[in-house]
């Protein structure tokens, strides 16, 4: 068990606005009680207007300020907003949608990470930005760029991208014999002579070869850990001060995990309300419901993963404050909200929540986009929420963290897996996962999030690894071998490591006599009833085999079946029969569970167990009662 402080921070954009009201701002951050200032990663075009005319004063003066008002900066890398004079310089370093068309100059995230020229202009100004402040005593955090992936920046179909996949392919697969053999290049007379004979995945008269699609979507995420991990290098080389990057919320085309392995911290961007109408999957009465509270579910999960990712230590980079302006809907939060949303992330290890932003801004993309001030520096409604968290935490005790006895396993490889080939629409690895995270939560538990790497399941009593299409062997002999509840599939083991089916046939899992003999996926309007109760939605299989038929379809055929500890789920639950399958495995497992009522949920920390009631409607639960919209924390 590890105990960590709690803090609050802003994002803050000093190039924005006159030098004469610098100090001025962060004085109110720091009478709001603010800790941490995120700057500078937008800034590029201000720190060097032309080539080499590198003008860092007001950056000096910038972090000066904040720093003699008592306040920390965490100084991110200005990568991600290329000005315009480099494109002078390198006309191809723009991405490529999979029509052909360029990413083009206007807005942010304007480069392909597999341009050289681009990724060397990088390595320059990040090393320019930490000769000079990697020892500055008020840098106490780097972040690298912002939000990869955002805008759907990850893959290119650029000609540097195709020449950098021909480099990658041959050193995986060494000979172009093995690749056509791995891919089942026999198929449609598709075999390569040479590797310089193989085009991106894009363009092709109908679907291309799923093995090809799934290769390019791992090396599109292998460049992006490489990007990063040049500009960690070289900060590192320079500066003790730790270094993060703000992920986004269902952003799953490259590997965080892979990113996080070089980072100090994860941190994440947290837009409850723009994520319940934009990806977080919610149905049309959900979102109804929740449309000024967000998802109950959503930001958990992604402090869960976050806090996975980040090696058991995350921050809110960016808290949404009030309304934004960039999902089809973009109400006001609810009064409460921010508050809500903050203390949900403390209760699920953040060391930091940093608002987005200080200011609202009165020009360009983003000045739908609410702040803790208004344009006119007048507060706004969330800076008094912010105000009171930070009056809160002055008098809580510290994060104190501890393992869940309930664990989830993530893998971006599988969510790529499902993106070539979800066989069925609105079918994806990514909302599977969500679904059974939700039902868990349903019934009061705590989760961790493991990535598929985990080998060593100490501690865990029940351990879910849904639709894992490619699962080593040594991860089955894991699962196998933990003293826990195990509940695999659907899809799990489905692919071996190059994306063909494996013989013998999947599930192939130690110890369990299950045989999946056929797939299918179905209609919206046509579920697959369950004899106890709900149904599968959206894909199901045809389970054979010797092990336990737990459960059945109303038709008879085997929906659950299960030899020892391991159970094989065959087939995507609905919300009834998720929490109710989960519930089964919990009695099991002799995890203590309670049902939720829609919109609450509970969180245990290893000092304090938190209630939130998300709704606005007073509820009493387990003998307590949860006003709206609150926060109750309670200590054993």
């Known amino acids: 068990m590890t105990e960590q402080t709690r803090s609050l921070g802003c994002c803050y954009y000093p190039e924005h606005w006159p030098r004469s009201i610098w100090a001025e701002d962060a004085r109110r951050m720091a009478e709001t009680g603010l800790t941490w200032v995120r700057i500078g990663e937008f800034a590029w075009s201000k720190l060097e207007p032309t080539l080499n005319d590198l003008q860092f004063d007001w950056l000096d003066e910038a972090i000066w300020t904040l720093g003699e008002a008592g306040l920390k900066v965490v100084l991110g890398t200005p990568t991600a907003t290329p000005p315009r004079w480099m494109l002078d310089r390198h006309p191809d370093m723009l991405a490529m949608d999979a029509t052909g068309h360029p990413r083009k100059f206007g807005s942010r995230r304007h480069y392909c990470f597999s341009h050289e020229g681009f990724a060397a202009e990088s390595d320059r100004i990040v090393t320019l930005l930490a000769d000079r402040y990697g020892r500055n005593e008020h840098v106490a955090a780097w972040q690298t760029d912002n939000e990869y992936g955002c805008h759907d920046t990850t893959i290119s179909y650029s000609d540097a991208a195709r020449a950098a996949f021909r480099r990658w392919l041959r050193a995986r697969y060494g000979g172009i014999d093995a690749l056509n053999a791995a891919w089942g290049n026999v198929f449609w007379s598709m075999e390569y002579r040479d590797f310089d004979e193989i085009d991106l995945p894009n363009l092709t008269v109908t679907e291309p070869n799923p093995a090809h699609a799934l290769a390019f979507r791992r090396f599109s995420s292998d460049q992006v850990v490489a990007f990063n991990r040049r500009q960690v290098e070289i900060i590192r080389a320079r500066s003790n001060a730790p270094i993060t990057h703000n992920y986004m919320g269902r952003i799953t085309d490259f590997d965080h995990f892979a990113v996080g392995r070089d980072l100090d911290f994860a941190s994440w961007d947290s837009y409850p309300l723009g994520f319940l109408e934009d990806r977080a999957g919610a149905t049309p009465d959900t979102q109804r419901a929740f449309a000024r509270q967000g998802d109950p579910d959503f930001q958990a999960f992604h402090h869960d993963l976050y806090r996975a990712v980040g090696k058991g230590r995350m921050w809110v980079m960016e808290q949404q404050p009030g309304p934004v302006n960039w999902a089809p809907h973009n109400p006001a939060p609810l009064p409460g909200m921010v508050r809500l949303w903050s203390w949900e992330a403390f209760a699920h290890g953040a060391e930091c929540v940093s608002y987005?932003?200080?200011?609202?801004?009165?020009?360009?993309?983003?000045?739908?986009?609410?702040?803790?001030?208004?344009?006119?520096?007048?507060?706004?409604?969330?800076?008094?929420?912010?105000?009171?968290?930070?009056?809160?935490?002055?008098?809580?005790?510290?994060?104190?963290?501890?393992?869940?006895?309930?664990?989830?396993?993530?893998?971006?490889?599988?969510?790529?897996?499902?993106?070539?080939?979800?066989?069925?629409?609105?079918?994806?690895?990514?909302?599977?996962?969500?679904?059974?995270?939700?039902?868990?939560?349903?019934?009061?538990?705590?989760?961790?999030?493991?990535?598929?790497?985990?080998?060593?399941?100490?501690?865990?009593?029940?351990?879910?690894?849904?639709?894992?299409?490619?699962?080593?062997?040594?991860?089955?002999?894991?699962?196998?071998?933990?003293?826990?509840?195990?509940?695999?599939?659907?899809?799990?083991?489905?692919?071996?490591?190059?994306?063909?089916?494996?013989?013998?046939?999947?599930?192939?899992?130690?110890?369990?006599?299950?045989?999946?003999?056929?797939?299918?996926?179905?209609?919206?309007?046509?579920?697959?009833?369950?004899?106890?109760?709900?149904?599968?939605?959206?894909?199901?299989?045809?389970?054979?085999?010797?092990?336990?038929?737990?459960?059945?379809?109303?038709?008879?055929?085997?929906?659950?079946?299960?030899?020892?500890?391991?159970?094989?789920?065959?087939?995507?639950?609905?919300?009834?029969?998720?929490?109710?399958?989960?519930?089964?495995?919990?009695?099991?497992?002799?995890?203590?569970?309670?049902?939720?009522?829609?919109?609450?949920?509970?969180?245990?920390?290893?000092?304090?167990?938190?209630?939130?009631?998300?709704?606005?409607?007073?509820?009493?639960?387990?003998?307590?009662?949860?006003?709206?919209?609150?926060?109750?924390?309670?200590?054993?």
């Open 356 to 636: 987005f932003r200080w200011r609202q801004a009165p020009f360009a993309q983003e000045q739908l986009h609410a702040g803790l001030l208004r344009p006119d520096s007048q507060a706004a409604p969330g800076l008094e929420e912010a105000a009171q968290v930070a009056r809160e935490i002055a008098q809580a005790p510290a994060v104190s963290a501890k393992p869940s006895e309930v664990a989830i396993l993530f893998d971006y490889d599988a969510d790529a897996a499902w993106a070539v080939q979800p066989h069925g629409a609105g079918l994806s690895y990514f909302g599977l996962v969500l679904d059974l995270y939700k039902a868990m939560r349903g019934l009061g538990l705590s989760v961790d999030i493991l990535p598929a790497t985990t080998r060593d399941f100490t501690g865990y009593r029940l351990i879910a690894a849904p639709g894992l299409m490619h699962m080593p062997g040594d991860l089955k002999s894991a699962l196998a071998h933990a003293e826990a509840e195990v509940l695999i599939g659907p899809r799990s083991g489905a692919r071996d490591g190059e994306f063909s089916i494996p013989v013998p046939l999947p599930p192939d899992f130690p110890g369990l006599d299950v045989t999946i003999a056929h797939v299918e996926s179905l209609r919206p309007d046509s579920p697959a009833p369950l004899d106890q109760g709900g149904a599968f939605a959206g894909y199901c299989e045809t389970l054979d085999g010797g092990a336990k038929v737990v459960e059945r379809s109303a038709t008879g055929a085997p929906a659950l079946m299960r030899e020892g500890r391991v159970s094989y789920l065959g087939g995507w639950p609905d919300p009834v029969a998720g929490r109710r399958i989960i519930a089964g495995l919990c009695a099991r497992a002799g995890l203590d569970t309670v049902e939720l009522p829609e919109g609450v949920r509970r969180r245990d920390t290893g000092a304090e167990r938190f209630w939130f009631n998300h709704t606005e409607h007073a509820i009493r639960v387990e003998g307590r009662d949860l006003p709206p919209l609150s926060v109750t924390r309670e200590t054993p």
